[in-house]
């Protein structure tokens, strides 16, 4: 199933304080996701931002939060947001079921996000290059089981594509100029 604006909300999984700076390719990750938090402003996806613990894993790395200018995030305990009673009051109420998963760690919060929100019913794509976990093979773990619960793969700018559909107007040439 292709992804529609319309649909899509993305979610922003605890990248934060040390445990970020411990990611695998961590500067990659950061640029991606910056890329798609401004791509996902210009198109006017929501985006629900999520912090684990912030008291005792530090708020969200400042070369990510920079982009979230007005927003705030919220505070969770439990691995999925779906165990957050305030994620899932503003999941609802957002009234999207196309989910773009993104944050750390792909084999645990993001993981099992992913799969609380694919047994809800909702469509998921857990976008590669904006999840990180310590290891390489732990980002491919969690990758690979959410696919085999029934999500997808994809990447910064398949979603980007995808939800735009075609190369014309003015949101397709901010974009572009993101991705260049």
Not at 23 to 47: A, D, N, T
Not at 94 to 113: D, K, M, N, P, Y
Request: overall charge positive; hydrophobic content about 40%; proline content about 3%.
């Amino acid at each position: 199933m292709m992804f529609a604006i319309d649909k899509t909300i993305m979610l922003l999984i605890d990248v934060q304080g040390q445990l970020a700076q411990l990611m695998y390719e961590k500067e990659k990750l950061f640029k991606s996701l910056g890329i798609l938090i401004q791509g996902m402003k210009i198109l006017e996806v929501p985006i629900i931002w999520m912090e684990q613990i912030p008291k005792n894993l530090g708020p969200t790395t400042e070369a990510v939060s920079k982009y979230l200018t007005g927003e705030k995030p919220i505070e969770k305990f439990s691995f999925s947001c779906c165990g957050e009673p305030q994620f899932m009051d503003k999941f609802k109420k957002a009234g999207r079921t196309q989910v773009l998963l993104t944050g750390i760690e792909t084999h645990i919060c993001v993981f099992q996000t992913g799969y609380d929100l694919i047994q809800q019913g909702c469509q998921v794509q857990v976008v590669s290059d904006c999840t990180a976990s310590r290891t390489r093979e732990n980002k491919e773990i969690g990758i690979q089981r959410i696919v085999q619960s029934g999500g997808q793969a994809s990447g910064v700018e398949m979603v980007f594509f995808e939800l735009l559909r075609a190369a014309q107007g003015d949101k397709f040439k901010q974009i572009i100029k993101l991705i260049k």
